[in-house]
């Protein structure tokens, strides 16, 4: 017994000298290898005169991040009486706004032991999104969290695999294709129509007070579907609305500026994105099988979205013969049409309708336009690209309310930018709705709702062209910008030509990031017939 009250201690101690040995070495190596090594990359920023906020240990920025954007949100005032003077990232990313008047256009700043770029000088912003080195290429950190819901389809690979998605994809989105699609957009749209004009007979029968968001969204699901699975659009809406899903669940995780939570925390809300993202995956299988179970009988010489990627799937030397593969390839990129093509577009025609409702003169304009071009009053193939009116109004709602709100690159080698070498590792970040308010670009106007600054197009409604990006720029520009664009148009053109409206009582401005950013209490307006 007296034996081993002597070894107890001994044991202890044991233990603790090799724990403390096990700490130390842990923070010799944070130290050493993270520590030093984020430092040697802001040295090497700062040796070409690029500035920012001085990082502290281990955390770097981010505990004067979480401070700016506290303060920040303590201070928001409703800004329901300057809907067009209110730049978003003054309240979203306000740290942003806060550096970029300290340091200017381009200046560094770190999270935990990340180094990032941020880059809003417009010359900056075009050689960076022009670069066609595969060294830039989709920031690992962030798209890591989104794996459930985009696999590695076009939006988050990168490398050679982006490319050839990227040469498989992009034809299915070319102008002639789209123009093919603008049938399916009417027949998706008349449900929404007929919808609200149940809405004012239901509220006495000459206006009627409306959220528009869900109704939009519902639209752009229904079109993407159409496009997406043509005749089993049925089942791919249930697909989609399962992606909704996993889409609120990421989104609430917080993924922008790559702090994890502690794993316990998240323990029930991975259990839901593991579980949603196997169901998205075997349904969308079940329809390719039904698909290729139909093609046997018979197959339309008509082909749609899914169609065309199961074809890719097959004949992409790339994918060779191996069916996970192929099956990888069919199911993610079917997931990533639907992410980039469906919420995305349906946000932009809520800011539409919202920046229409107090602009009544643009609505008239608008109607006129429709009655000229227009046979009958409904957009067709050759009428949709005469809507001079409604292309501009889009243009400027996606100048002041761009719902992507970055573009985002990493060095994944070290690359050479403009003149700045970039150290591999570093996140390099656009501002999107900055670089649309900058009167240097824009002119003294900037935080107008002005249409007719586009008339003459992009290069003569400001100064840098490239510096107008809603949709990014060169070889990562959305894939979807035609099907959006002419999807948009059609919807404004029938709502508009349909219906007035104004902008609710009801209506609350404040701007919310879900991965895009849209109208955080929805768009409410009230409507009546014409
Ligand atoms: C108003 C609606 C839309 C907006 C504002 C928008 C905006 C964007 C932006 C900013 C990017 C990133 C560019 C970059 O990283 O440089 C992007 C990428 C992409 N978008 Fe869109 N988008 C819209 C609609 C659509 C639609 C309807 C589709 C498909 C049907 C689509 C498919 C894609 C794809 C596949 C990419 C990835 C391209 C790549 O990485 O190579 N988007 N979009």
């Known amino acids: 017994m007296e034996e081993m009250m002597k070894v107890v201690p001994l044991v202890l101690r044991t233990i603790f000298w090799v724990a403390l040995m096990g700490l130390s070495g842990l923070l010799f190596h944070l130290f050493n290898r993270v520590w030093l090594k984020s430092k040697k990359i802001r040295k090497k920023l700062q040796m070409q005169g690029i500035k920012g906020p001085p990082p502290s240990f281990l955390h770097g920025n981010l505990a004067e991040m979480h401070k700016i954007q506290f303060q920040a949100t303590k201070a928001a005032s409703n800004h329901a009486d300057q809907i067009l003077a209110h730049d978003y990232t003054s309240t979203l990313f306000p740290y942003f706004e806060h550096w970029r008047k300290e340091y200017g256009l381009i200046y560094t700043y770190s999270t935990g032991m990340r180094q990032h770029l941020y880059v809003n000088q417009p010359e900056l912003v075009k050689e960076m999104n022009q670069c066609i080195t595969l060294a830039l290429g989709k920031p690992y950190y962030v798209t890591k969290r989104l794996a459930p819901m985009l696999g590695n389809g076009i939006l988050r690979s990168n490398g050679l695999i982006w490319a050839q998605q990227r040469k498989i994809v992009a034809p299915e989105f070319f102008m002639d294709k789209v123009k093919g699609m603008v049938g399916l957009m009417l027949e998706s749209a008349q449900p929404l129509l007929r919808k609200w004009e149940d809405y004012i007979e239901d509220q006495g029968g000459v206006t009627a007070d409306i959220q528009v968001d869900e109704d939009l969204k519902g639209v752009s699901a229904d079109v993407i579907s159409r496009a997406c699975f043509g005749s089993s659009y049925f089942k791919g809406k249930e697909i989609f609305l399962k992606?909704?899903?996993?889409?609120?669940?990421?989104?609430?995780?917080?993924?922008?500026?790559?702090?994890?939570?502690?794993?316990?925390?998240?323990?029930?809300?991975?259990?839901?994105?593991?579980?949603?993202?196997?169901?998205?995956?075997?349904?969308?299988?079940?329809?390719?099988?039904?698909?290729?179970?139909?093609?046997?009988?018979?197959?339309?010489?008509?082909?749609?979205?899914?169609?065309?990627?199961?074809?890719?799937?097959?004949?992409?030397?790339?994918?060779?013969?191996?069916?996970?593969?192929?099956?990888?390839?069919?199911?993610?990129?079917?997931?990533?049409?639907?992410?980039?093509?469906?919420?995305?577009?349906?946000?932009?025609?809520?800011?539409?309708?919202?920046?229409?409702?107090?602009?009544?003169?643009?609505?008239?304009?608008?109607?006129?336009?429709?009655?000229?071009?227009?046979?009958?009053?409904?957009?067709?193939?050759?009428?949709?690209?005469?809507?001079?009116?409604?292309?501009?109004?889009?243009?400027?709602?996606?100048?002041?309310?761009?719902?992507?709100?970055?573009?985002?690159?990493?060095?994944?080698?070290?690359?050479?930018?403009?003149?700045?070498?970039?150290?591999?590792?570093?996140?390099?970040?656009?501002?999107?709705?900055?670089?649309?308010?900058?009167?240097?670009?824009?002119?003294?106007?900037?935080?107008?709702?002005?249409?007719?600054?586009?008339?003459d197009g992009v290069s003569h409604a400001c100064k840098f062209p490239q510096a107008y990006i809603p949709f990014g720029l060169g070889p990562r520009l959305c894939l979807g910008k035609n099907f959006a664009m002419v999807q948009l148009k059609v919807l404004l053109s029938l709502i508009v030509s349909n219906f007035a409206f104004s902008l609710s009582p009801k209506y609350r401005h404040s701007p919310a990031y879900k991965m895009i950013v849209e109208p955080g209490n929805g768009v409410h307006i009230l409507i009546k017939r014409i």
């Open 243 to 455: 992606l909704r899903s996993l889409q609120k669940a990421i989104s609430q995780q917080g993924f922008l500026l790559g702090v994890t939570s502690f794993g316990f925390l998240q323990t029930g809300k991975q259990k839901e994105i593991s579980s949603l993202e196997r169901e998205i995956e075997s349904l969308i299988w079940k329809v390719v099988k039904e698909r290729e179970q139909e093609c046997l009988e018979t197959c339309s010489s008509e082909k749609d979205l899914l169609q065309l990627i199961m074809e890719a799937a097959m004949t992409d030397q790339s994918l060779g013969k191996d069916s996970a593969k192929s099956k990888r390839f069919i199911v993610d990129n079917c997931k990533n049409i639907y992410f980039a093509g469906h919420e995305s577009t349906a946000v932009a025609a809520s800011w539409c309708l919202l920046l229409l409702a107090i602009h009544p003169e643009w609505q008239d304009r608008i109607r006129k336009e429709v009655a000229q071009v227009c046979p009958n009053g409904l957009p067709d193939v050759n009428s949709v690209m005469n809507l001079k009116t409604v292309t501009i109004v889009i243009q400027e709602v996606l100048r002041l309310y761009p719902p992507a709100a970055f573009v985002s690159r990493e060095a994944l080698e070290e690359t050479q930018v403009g003149n700045i070498v970039i150290p591999k590792g570093v996140c390099l970040w656009t501002l999107i709705p900055t670089l649309h308010r900058d009167p240097n670009i824009w002119g003294p106007d900037v935080n107008d709702f002005r249409p007719d600054r586009f008339t």
